[in-house]
């Protein structure tokens, strides 16, 4: 389970750069990799808030309320892979009473 653990954290990690990255590029402020550590903290503070307001409308409207973004499909990504943490941990998946079930980001953004 550790390594399972493992994994799912470093997807987690990963997702969380690509969303980074993309956020970076939509406000015009470059690439993460070559930021100034308080740019970097506030694109992160960013990232979290626009990750919380996904997750308050994704519970309130349910997922197919999200706009088919590239980042949005990427947030549902990583919301997923945290589920998954989760379950892996024993712990209740907070997605788990969005309509009826667990959010699957497969339904809701189809790959294009």
């Not at 799912?8 to 969380?16: G, I, M, S």
């Not at 993460?32 to 506030?42: A, T």
């Not at 308050?56 to 197919?64: K, L």
């Amino acid at each position: 389970m550790d390594e399972q653990l493992g994994e799912l954290r470093r997807r987690l990690d990963q997702k969380t750069t690509e969303i980074e990255s993309v956020v970076a590029a939509e406000q015009g402020i470059g690439s993460i990799e070559n930021m100034d550590p308080s740019d970097y903290e506030r694109l992160q503070e960013d990232v979290e808030e626009l990750l919380g307001r996904w997750e308050e409308t994704a519970q309130e409207e349910g997922p197919g309320g999200m706009d088919d973004t590239p980042l949005n499909r990427f947030i549902a990504e990583r919301f997923e892979i945290e589920q998954m943490i989760l379950a892996t941990r024993g712990e209740q998946p907070e997605g788990a009473d969005v309509e009826g079930g667990e959010i699957d980001d497969r339904e809701t953004f189809p790959e294009s």
